[in-house]
């Protein structure tokens, strides 16, 4: 693609037209940007604040349970459990 | 002369811009990608959906000798109604029936904006797979009947237990972390 300028300025101005366009579409598509379109529709932090007044006493309480019987891992597991 | 080496220089930045704004858009949809996955988990959190999710699971262990005969079965059919059968009576107890009515729906959500690309898979699975796994896989066969195959109802427990495919990204986060491995490794003496 030739530069069709005549004069050193000219083609200074075209470059820092395209740098301007570039900075701008790189700026716009950031992640910054992004975040900032997100909506902050529940902007508490987990566990903080709106945890009701009634909430877990202790870790105990909000420990992950396993089930002493899985079905999924049984010898022949239900049809369900390779479901997508 | 300086016109030419300008005007190669205006290309090239060209070249190279368009390929960053490519790359930092393409960064900046998966960012909000991430941060619509990580709403759900903090209204899991917030929703205090993790204990209904226990409750679940600790009703579920109740009838562990149940369960256990259940999956005795010698043929695979009676496996499965048994299992339904026994899921389905445990789903009549009015607290049980409650945690599923808000955790079901709650995967149905989470399922579907990940099945669509509105959320991240990746962040999605790291955080909520488990428990969907715990749902699933102790009230699966009463879920699974709750299913119609033209509505979304009741498979959000099932997208969400299963391993989530590999990610478009997986090059770029290979690349990463293959930067970030190298960067953290001692120097070679």
């Known amino acids: ?84 | 002369m300086v016109n030419q080496i300008l005007s190669a220089f205006v290309s090239l930045a060209t070249i190279i811009g368009i390929g960053i704004a490519l790359v930092s858009y393409k960064a900046g949809q998966r960012q909000s990608r991430v941060d619509r996955a990580f709403e759900f988990y903090k209204d899991f959190r917030a929703s205090a959906l993790d204990a209904d999710v226990n409750f679940l699971v600790d009703k579920w262990n109740e009838k562990s000798e149940e369960a256990a005969k259940v999956l005795k079965a010698k043929d695979q059919q009676s496996l499965e109604q048994g299992l339904e059968r026994l899921q389905t009576s445990l789903a009549q107890d009015a607290k049980i029936k409650a945690a599923l009515l808000r955790v079901v729906p709650f995967f149905d959500g989470l399922g579907q904006c990940v099945n669509t690309g509105l959320c991240d898979g990746d962040t999605a699975y790291a955080l909520l797979q488990d428990r969907a796994v715990s749902v699933a896989n102790n009230y699966g066969a009463y879920v699974a009947s709750l299913q119609t195959p033209d509505s979304p109802f009741a498979h959000g427990v099932f997208i969400m237990k299963s391993p989530p495919a590999p990610s478009r990204w997986s090059f770029l986060q290979w690349l990463q972390q293959t930067s970030t491995n190298t960067a953290a490794l001692p120097p070679a003496e």
Not at chain 1, 8 to 32: D, E, V
Not at chain 1, 55 to 78: E, F, H, M, T, Y
């Open chain 1, 1 to 84: 693609m030739p530069c069709i300028v005549h004069s050193t300025s000219q083609c200074a101005l075209r470059l820092c037209l395209g740098a301007a366009l570039i900075a701008a579409a790189t700026t716009w598509s950031a992640p910054g940007h992004a975040q900032a379109d997100t909506s902050k529709s529940n902007p508490a932090q987990p566990g903080t604040g709106t945890q009701p007044a009634t909430g877990p006493s202790s870790l105990s309480d909000i420990a992950p349970r396993s089930a002493i019987v899985d079905p999924c891992k049984a010898k022949n597991p239900p049809a369900y459990c390779n479901k997508r």
